[in-house]
């Protein structure tokens, strides 16, 4: 199973992104998926996930600025950030529960935010 992030930039404060991570490989399902984020010298943090049925979960720093999505049927997830903060800087990476019975979890290889002026 591997994942493909990609959308991230450079974008000015209060300006938007997309990223996008598709799954591929062998797999049967693809269950809960997210992304999290990891600024220079800070431990990986949680920003939001998705069950394969929708439920959505967010940091409390991201509610209402970003939205996560995904298309079951391309196997792909998306995160619409708007209202980008200097603090959103990061490398943003996608993980993704797959497999053929039980599950195990994937990493995508990380996409870099940076928002400044």
């Known amino acids: 199973v591997q994942l493909q992030a990609s959308g991230g930039g450079l974008v000015q404060p209060g300006g938007s992104l997309r990223l996008s991570c598709a799954v591929s490989g062998s797999f049967f399902s693809v269950g809960v998926m997210g992304w999290y984020r990891q600024a220079p010298g800070k431990q990986r943090d949680l920003v939001a996930t998705?069950?394969?049925?929708?439920?959505?979960n967010y940091a409390d720093s991201v509610k209402a600025r970003f939205t996560i999505s995904r298309d079951n049927a391309k196997n792909t997830m998306y995160l619409q950030m708007n209202s980008l903060k200097p603090e959103d800087t990061a490398v943003y990476y996608c993980n993704a529960f797959a497999g053929w019975g039980a599950q195990k979890s994937f990493w995508g290889q990380g996409t870099q935010v940076t928002v400044s002026s």
């Open positions: 998705i069950t394969s049925s929708g439920s959505t």
